[in-house]
């Protein structure tokens, strides 16, 4: 495991598209929507909320898009079946990986920036928390559409993942409601939490099944 978690931290980093990417789509969204609206109209502290929401969901799904189709141009895939006999840790290590080298920078992101939009600096903490625990559950669901996506179009990926990341957006808007009326928001992140945890479990089982049939 350790060997896959090294061998994807160096793939990924050099990657620079790969990572730098959904960074630079998640800063210009966040900068371009409040200024394609007359913010004068509305609450920012409230409304920026809305587009973190919408830029997350965007950025988690660039981030993953092509997360298994180099492995399986370069052969990469056969050969750590070969090994492992199993994709499973593979896809933990990915989805570990991307989370820990882009979904926690995105949520850094998204919580600087509605601090700098007008929340209170006491809740850049929980918007940060929040943001890296929908990440992980974006990044499960989308990487299953990955998989399932290979060398058949992203629109197959979108189809399949993006029905599933509905009930995450909705648990992210309920968790955003609770920010900002101070009640409820430990409930809403221990189950996020716990359903991070289960779908990092069981997602890597569904997504290796997956990956299987391409090699097949």
């Not at 789509?25 to 966040?30: K, P």
């Not at 903490?125 to 996506?149: D, E, Q, Y």
């Not at 992203?154 to 993942?161: D, F, I, P, Q, T």
Request: proline content about 3%.
């Amino acid at each position: 495991m350790f060997r896959l978690l090294k061998t994807e931290s160096f793939k990924l980093s050099n990657k620079l598209k790969s990572w730098l990417g959904p960074l630079l789509i998640m800063v210009l969204v966040l900068i371009a929507f409040p200024l394609s609206i007359d913010i004068s109209q509305y609450d920012l502290e409230k409304f920026y909320f809305s587009i973190i929401v919408v830029s997350l969901l965007m950025t988690s799904f660039v981030a993953t898009e092509g997360m298994f189709e180099e492995d399986f141009e370069d052969g990469s895939l056969e050969q750590e079946f070969l090994i492992e006999k199993d994709f499973y840790k593979l896809v933990l290590s990915k989805i570990l990986v991307y989370v820990c080298l882009i979904g926690i920078p995105i949520a850094f992101i998204g919580a600087l920036f509605s601090f700098a939009n007008g929340v209170a600096i006491g809740s850049f903490g929980k918007v940060f928390l929040l943001l890296i625990l929908s990440n992980l559950l974006l990044f499960n669901l989308f990487a299953f559409g990955n998989a399932l996506s290979i060398n058949k179009g992203a629109m197959l990926g979108v189809l399949s993942s993006l029905p599933l990341a509905l009930p995450v957006i909705i648990l992210l808007g309920r968790a955003i409601r609770s920010i900002q009326f101070g009640d409820g928001f430990s409930s809403i992140i221990a189950l996020m939490f716990g359903l991070g945890l289960i779908l990092s479990a069981m997602m890597p089982l569904i997504i290796s099944a997956a990956l299987k049939t391409h090699i097949d």
